[in-house]
């Protein structure tokens, strides 16, 4: 026979550890998980004492390939289990047809936590965040209250467009939370007297000059904050308020007295 044409010949240690991994059970099975040998790995997962727990600890693995991941998913076990669902979602080698399969039948701050989990891909990241989106309008107020303190910057900013008073307060303080997001808040139609008086007062936003001029824009913000933020303001930035016809008839009184307080009236 034809030296190539002979059957490649394994390596008996090799063949060692295959046997263990189709075999073992208990302590031993949990070391043919610990292998560095994907191919022992692939034979563990045909072994009939193979249980969730077992793949618990596999998935914590970080160097498994996308095909070792795909057949875990296609296990039965994997398809009845929650924990194990998690931790293929978690798991930043998971295909991503696999990850957004497997995010409906996530809790929703599972999805939050996968949003914040370390070593998660921007891909895994921009699912988890749509898919708790999409949760919104159906979320009640109190899980969303403790979403405006523990989500991300996408989620917080959503959360505040919704105008919910109590929302806005957390939003606000959020560590999270973007000037931007706050002016898009202000310049949308859920921003209220008493929400915009809110992001006005607020220590961390009060002193912003761009949301300050987006505030003196908003024809439903309250005139105290005319009256507490025009003096301050440069008198070209104040004519240029002037012309914007975004402001109430009152409102622009308001912008009027003060130019003639500095004796630059229109």
Avoid at 112 to 125: F, H, I, N, R
Avoid at 241 to 250: E, F, H, N, Q, T
Wanted: charged share 25%; aromatic share 4%; hydrophobic share 40%.
């Amino acid at each position: 026979m034809h030296e190539d044409s002979r059957p490649p010949r394994i390596d008996a240690e090799l063949g060692k550890r295959l046997y263990g991994a189709l075999t073992a059970n208990g302590d031993a099975l949990y070391q043919s998980l610990a292998d560095p040998d994907m191919q022992v790995l692939r034979t563990a997962l045909k072994n009939q004492h193979l249980n969730e727990d077992h793949l618990l600890v596999l998935l914590k693995r970080r160097d498994l390939g996308e095909d070792l991941l795909k057949t875990i998913y296609q296990l039965d076990i994997a398809r009845h289990s929650h924990r194990l669902q998690v931790a293929l979602v978690k798991n930043p080698g998971t295909p991503g047809p696999v990850a957004l399969a497997l995010l409906p039948y996530l809790h929703l701050f599972e999805l939050v936590d996968l949003c914040m989990l370390a070593g998660v891909t921007p891909d895994q990241k921009y699912a988890a965040e749509r898919a708790i989106l999409q949760r919104l309008p159906t979320t009640e107020l109190g899980n969303k209250m403790t979403l405006a303190r523990r989500a991300t910057a996408t989620v917080v900013a959503a959360l505040l467009r919704e105008g919910e008073p109590r929302l806005v307060e957390i939003c606000l303080g959020s560590p999270r939370l973007r000037e931007v997001a706050i002016l898009q808040f202000i310049n949308g139609a859920y921003a209220t007297a008493e929400t915009i008086s809110m992001v006005a007062r607020h220590p961390k936003w009060k002193m912003r000059p761009n949301l300050r001029l987006a505030i003196l824009k908003n024809r439903r913000t309250p005139a105290i904050w005319f009256t507490l933020f025009l003096p301050r303001m440069l008198t070209p930035d104040v004519r240029n308020l002037l012309v914007s016809r975004r402001l109430s008839p009152a409102q622009k009184q308001l912008v009027q007295d003060e130019l003639r307080k500095r004796g630059a009236g229109s």
